[in-house]
């Protein structure tokens, strides 16, 4: 049985200024956080429910707030098939399933990375960009990734 909560991490800095928001995911009594790109002021935490607090009418602020809620919707769900995926392990831990979300969003990200060097290459006219063969390296000491053209 694995638990997926939001929670909103306040600012220590100044009482009303915005906070993170983070995942906590907790696995055979074993407890994990991912720290999610959003920040909110603590008056638009509903910390019951885990959720920003959207009040009725509409206006920029309300939007907002629903696009973090779908954002949450998205990532839960994310989680939800990594769990399934890993369900076929016999054992996996809450670090299994935090590494495994971390891998997609670089996965998404260098996916996204290549499609657009492929767009600036076609869009510049240089060579054969559909036949472009690219190299990853990964420097582990720096955590940068580095691409060259084969």
Known sequence: ????????RPSTRIAEKEGSIFM???HQRRSK???LPCKLPPHEWDSRNGRPL?????????LHL????????????????????????????????IDSYHGSER??????????????????GRGDWHRLKYQFR???KSGRLIYSVI
């Not at 959207?54 to 309300?62: E, F, H, K, L, M």
């Not at 996204?112 to 510049?124: A, N, Q, T």
Request: glycine share 2%; proline share 1%.
């Open 1 to 8: 049985m694995t638990t997926i909560t939001f929670h909103h």
């Open 24 to 26: 906590r995911i907790i």
């Open 33 to 35: 956080s991912v720290t």
């Open 54 to 62: 959207i009040p009725s009418g509409v206006c920029a602020r309300t």
């Open 66 to 97: 629903h696009q973090i809620d779908e954002y949450l919707s998205r990532e839960k769900n994310k989680i939800l098939r990594i769990i399934e995926l890993l369900q076929s392990k016999e054992n996996y831990t809450a670090k299994d399933i």
């Open 107 to 124: 996965c998404r990200w260098l996916s996204y990375f290549v499609d657009k060097l492929g767009d600036e290459l076609r869009e510049s």
């Open 138 to 140: 990964y420097q582990q």
